[in-house]
């Protein structure tokens, strides 16, 4: 059956007190892995997506990585402005679906 | 500021209420979503439009009715809701996930049912 699951649910950090959050995933014929921002009351903001093994994006103090089974996203030096829940999704096969992880809720403390 | 406009941002209506929430995007994708979410949970999905035509319903209660007038276009008619409805819902479009083209979310309408 294809999963998300993402951990921690929750973290608190200090400020530039670097870490990672995990995402693992069980999906047939991986076509993309995506991991979004959303700030309360708003949509999710699209990040990375990442479509292979070995693959890492980077943007600012976010850096994904990709595994055969799971996905990293290291947060370097955080800031409180990256605060927010951070999730991420994969397609099932041949569906134009996402299967979205529960979430980690992120908060930085100054 | 995001490429996708839901409107209006905040409804409140009673449960005998008829409304509509609107979404529009001009980037040219093919697929449009519709999507529930309640406080500390992902998005869930209700419904899928591929190239103006309905591709998934999730079992969605019928006082859901999704339309797709056109590719930039999506609304969602509201009728009779219950007070569990009340959520943000959100619009979504994207070129085609099969193709691992990401989904692109508006910032949502928080809708309360009174």
């Known amino acids: 059956e294809d999963q998300v699951t993402q951990s921690p649910e929750a973290l608190r950090l200090q400020e530039g007190e670097s870490s990672s959050l995990n995402c693992s995933y069980t999906?047939?014929?991986?076509?993309?892995l995506f991991w979004y921002r959303q700030d309360p009351g708003k949509g999710p903001e699209f990040l990375f997506t990442?479509?292979?093994a070995g693959e890492e994006k980077e943007k600012e103090r976010l850096k994904a990585t990709l595994t055969k089974k799971e996905s990293f996203l290291h947060i370097t030096a955080p800031k409180p402005e990256d605060s927010a829940t951070y999730l991420c999704a994969v397609p099932p096969y041949n569906t134009d679906k996402l299967i979205f992880g529960t979430g980690t809720r992120l908060q930085v403390f100054p | 500021d995001t490429e996708v406009t839901q409107t209006p941002k905040h409804l409140v209506m009673g449960m005998t209420n008829k409304k509509s929430l609107k979404c529009e995007q001009h980037m040219g994708h093919r697929a449009m979503y519709w999507y529930k979410q309640k406080a500390k949970k992902p998005p869930e999905l209700m419904f899928v439009y591929s190239y103006e035509k309905l591709s998934i319903n999730e079992s969605v209660p019928s006082r859901f009715s999704p339309e797709c007038p056109n590719s930039s276009l999506l609304n969602l008619h509201l009728h009779a809701l219950q007070p569990e409805d009340s959520a943000l819902y959100l619009c979504?479009?994207?070129?085609?996930?099969?193709?691992?083209?990401?989904?692109?979310f508006g910032d949502g309408t928080r809708l309360s049912i009174l």
């Open positions: 990442l479509y292979s």
């Open positions: 979504a479009s994207s070129q085609g996930l099969q193709g691992g083209q990401p989904q692109h």
């Open positions: 999906v047939s014929g991986l076509r993309g």
